[in-house]
């Protein structure tokens, strides 16, 4: 089977990618105040607007927000450090770093093309600190996906089940290892979906998400989840 053919059967949406956006707590008051007479309001200038005032209570669109410390807990596990290189006088020299994600039972890791395609050699880290090393088994450089596996047991695979499309406005998170951090996340929400011809000579086929999480050097071949811990995208810019 050829590379391309390969790595067609492991085809996944890709994301590109910026603000923490929290859900403000909700403090219902005990008690509705006694009615009571009060003067008109005053006239107000033209240009102005009234405000809700502070002691309203929020609405329930508002109230408690996605466990992304649940997801994390969730999702780490099956998300593995990518360290790239070549040997030189018998030692491995690392060139490029970035994540992969576990995908299937057989034990096959996704990542980037980028980060392994010119590599002699390819080691993975676990989430418990334990370095194996891996194998080039698939690359497709136009979709940006290469498909390794690893010389030893890895842990089980993230999950992919989705009942409904991704949709803008939906919560999601990166996983990954940026500036060499293992096993960091960042939270956003989906900009938009279906997006092509990505600028700045990005991967040129693929179905890629827009998402204002924050991915840095090092995020690329990681996973991007969504509130439920379901893998809807594999970052790459």
């Known amino acids: 089977m050829s590379r391309r053919r390969a790595i067609a059967a492991l085809a996944l949406s890709t994301c590109l990618g910026c603000a923490d956006r929290r859900a403000p707590p909700f403090h219902p008051s005990a008690r509705p105040p006694a009615a009571r007479a009060q003067a008109p309001d005053p006239p107000r200038p033209r240009g102005t607007y009234a405000v809700a005032p502070a002691s309203a209570p929020a609405s329930a669109a508002h109230v408690g927000g996605p466990d992304f ?38 034990g096959h890791i996704l990542t980037n093309d980028h ?24 690359g497709d450089g136009p979709m940006d996906l290469a498909v390794l596996v690893a010389d030893g047991p890895v842990p089980p695979p993230v999950r992919r089940a989705r009942p409904t499309p991704l949709r803008p406005g939906e919560w999601v998170a990166a996983i990954g ?30 179905s890629f998400i827009q998402a204002d999480v924050p991915v840095n050097p090092g995020n690329s071949g990681g996973p991007l989840v969504d509130a439920r811990g379901q893998t809807v995208g594999l970052n790459t810019a």
């Open 69 to 106: 410390a649940a997801v994390f807990a969730q999702v780490s596990p099956s998300v593995v450090g990518v360290a790239a290189g070549r040997r030189r006088g018998g030692r491995f020299r690392v060139q490029r770093t970035g994540t992969g994600l576990v995908w299937d039972a057989a």
């Open 115 to 138: 980060l392994v395609a010119d590599a002699d050699e390819v080691r993975i880290r676990l989430v418990t600190g334990k370095v194996l090393s891996a194998r080039i088994l698939a």
């Open 177 to 206: 290892n940026p500036f060499g951090l293992q096993h960091s996340i960042t939270v956003g929400v989906v900009s938009a979906v279906g997006r092509r011809r990505l600028p700045g000579g990005g991967p040129r086929y693929g």
